[in-house]
């Protein structure tokens, strides 16, 4: 079988396993993120769209607004590539008991198709070793709605995982922050929010942000054995999205 596709990835320590000090987890390599415009006009100059980019990226919105629609509903959306449905998350403590947005959530999720999964033979995987020994975020989860590198919620609590992130220094920039993709407005998380402050995991407060997408950053000077002499930035390769 033809090798269509390739993918770089490097190996970092698996901070999520407790049993094993001595495996691996491999994190792709990312070029970047690509827009539905970016995609459409792939399509179009590789040949293999009958219409044009613009068309098609009309197109793909009018459908992807209908599909939000719909989802909104509680139908669920199998379009081959993937699947997505609504579901409500968090405890109802009786048969009486009604929708409570205060304890309950709703989270959309999606996972890979059929017509996606048949893909998955046509890459390759290539290991580029064990990544420098920096920082590194490797997951975050909300909490409250139970997201995985997603929606966070406000005022309640982040897990972030990851590999020498504990937040130390005398550096006046150290910290956790979130970013606005918008407006680069940084928001720090104060100190005094920090629950939990471990090489492996923090569990941070999540600020009073308003809505919109972030990144999320931790810099530190935590070595494992020293404190640095400059601060290093980890990134997490996923923007998180607060309604």
Known sequence: MSILHKIKAYLYDNTLTKDNPNDFIAR??????????QICLSAANRGGADISASAMEHATELFLKEMAYQLCDGYSINTGYFTANTTI????????????KDKHSIIFQFNQGEKLRAEIPNIEVEILGVAEASSVI???????????????TPGRNLKIAGSK????????????FFVNTTSGVRTMVEESDMVTNNPSELIVVIPALPAGTYQLEVVTQFADSSILKQPRTALLDKPLTVE
């Open 138 to 152: 490797l997951q975050v989860t909300d909490v409250k709605s139970g997201s995985v590198n997603d929606l966070i």
């Open 165 to 176: 992130i504990k937040v130390a220094g005398n550096d006046p920039f150290i910290g956790v």
């Open 28 to 37: 792709t390599a990312s070029e970047r993120s690509l827009s539905v415009k």
């Open 89 to 100: 998350r968090g405890v109802f403590d009786s048969p009486s008991e009604t929708f409570n």
